[in-house]
């Protein structure tokens, strides 16, 4: 196989646990099949991390780590079998995952014996063991069991369990500070986001259902060869779009509603997250124009905020003061922006964080404070953050009568660069005028 960078990035990565978990055994289950109903299986997506340690995607699959041996990296995956290749397409079976993932062993993983013996012998000579308990129940009391039985080969020693760490906290560390390949990738993800949100502004009308937007969205993202949504995308038409996780998308689009559309394609595993907000017929009401102005004041002096030394909770303060500054402006609030602030009485109207991780999982992994989790971190180069304050006035809810049933939240996808940062979404407008437009182009 020719070895592209992303190749040479899964090896890289490899060597940086290996180093980081020390005298330590790891393992990576692959993410588990579900069953859909009867005989059919939801789409499968392979574990963000063990994707990240091989770019291997096939199920019942593990990926063994052990520091201490000459073997560092085994992979235990399905056999070849011609009547399943048949039926569901290529496996590429143990001898591929030596030729092409970078195997120094492999196994297959029908038969538990060749995992259960070799994660023992790891075992045996390690001080530590990374992994991940309590995401999978069967994972856990297979770990467990051969922990025993590991405890009892050793005979009479007295020895504890070996400490169980969770890897995330590496992987985590190691995911949150991207490559150029990485942010590269995330930029292709973020371009076919954009040109997404372009075509449903184009094509969005009056009397048009939420679902047709969705549907419209999915077309350009799997058109431009994304290969899945990095998470279920939000078509929030009129007050619809103040319920957060509004999924429904079953709504008619009427005359005057916005349409608030939060959706991100997944580009190789990595995903976009852009927000949006238009008017479905064109023109925005003065009393959208103004919650809608004031939501990008508050974005865009975030995104200029962001740099290396500024922390996420630099950001959120930031976009809070501004939008209670506004907030009080549009007499929807009223008092000291200290005191207002104290009180959290923004909290009905911006009841969401500004921003998160942005990767492989839209709420990528990473810590958010120091090690000892008592400050928030500062923002570094190779990061990639979302910003994304919102406002919203749910009908029938207390505040000014004219902005009930508005909610606008626009979000953005944003590189930490050495000098500042790079917003990979520009591609989508966020501007009044350039969002008219776009509205009115077809
Ligand atoms: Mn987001």
């Not at 890289?12 to 393992?27: D, F």
């Not at 789409?43 to 990240?52: A, I, K, L, T, V």
């Not at 075992?123 to 309590?134: D, F, I, Q, T």
């Not at 009841?351 to 991780?357: E, F, L, V």
Request: charged share 25%; proline share 4%; glycine share 8%.
């Amino acid at each position: 196989m020719k070895k592209s960078l992303h190749t040479i990035d899964f090896e890289q990565r490899r060597k940086q646990l290996l180093t980081k978990i020390k005298k330590g055994v790891a393992v990576f289950p692959a993410a588990p099949e579900h069953i859909r109903n009867n005989d059919v299986h939801h789409e499968y997506r392979q574990d963000s991390n063990f994707y990240y340690l091989s770019g291997f995607e096939e199920a019942n699959s593990i990926l063994l780590f052990d520091s201490n041996s000459k073997t560092h990296f085994q992979m235990f995956v399905q056999p070849k079998d011609a009547t399943k290749e048949l039926w569901e397409g290529k496996i590429i079976g143990p001898e591929g995952a030596k030729k092409d993932f970078g195997a120094e062993a492999a196994f297959p993983s029908n038969d538990p014996k060749f995992f259960d013996e070799a994660f023992i012998k790891a075992l045996l000579e390690a001080e530590v063991l990374y992994y991940r308990v309590g995401h999978n129940e069967d994972w856990d009391r297979r770990i467990f069991t051969l922990m025993k039985k590991a405890i009892r080969q050793l005979g009479r020693t007295g020895r504890a369990f070996w400490p169980i760490h969770d890897p995330n906290e590496i992987l985590g560390e190691m995911r949150l500070i991207k490559t150029r390949a990485e942010a590269e990738q995330l930029e292709q993800a973020a371009n076919i986001t954009a040109e997404a949100h372009v075509s449903a502004m184009k094509i969005a009308k009056p009397g048009m259902f939420e679902y047709e937007i969705e549907a419209a969205l999915y077309h350009a993202f799997r058109g431009q060869g994304a290969g899945r949504l990095g998470y279920g995308s939000i078509v929030a038409g009129g007050s619809n779009a103040c319920v957060l996780h509004y999924v429904a998308n079953n709504k008619k689009l009427e005359d005057k509603d916005l349409l608030l559309i939060d959706a991100g394609a997944e580009f190789e595993y990595y995903t976009a997250d852009i927000t949006r907000c238009f008017p479905v017929n064109g023109r925005f009401t003065p009393e959208q124009k103004e919650i809608y102005s004031a939501v990008l004041k508050a974005q865009k002096s975030c995104v200029k905020m962001a740099r290396p030394g500024k922390s996420m909770k630099d950001l959120h303060n930031h976009a809070i003061e501004i939008l209670v500054e506004e907030l009080k402006r549009l007499k929807i609030l009223k008092g000291t922006t200290t005191n207002l602030i104290k009180h959290k009485a923004y909290i009905p109207y911006y009841p969401h964080g500004t921003g998160h991780w942005l990767g492989m999982d839209v709420h990528d992994t990473g810590r958010y404070f120091s090690e000892s989790y008592d400050t928030p971190r500062k923002l570094e180069p190779g990061m990639v953050i979302t910003i994304e304050p919102g406002l919203y006035f749910a009908a029938n809810a207390k505040g000014p009568h004219k902005y009930q049933g508005i909610g606008i939240r626009i979000e953005d996808d944003v590189l930490i660069t050495a000098s500042g940062n790079k917003v990979l979404t520009t591609g989508a407008p966020k501007e009044i005028e350039e969002i008219e437009s776009l509205c009115n182009s077809n």
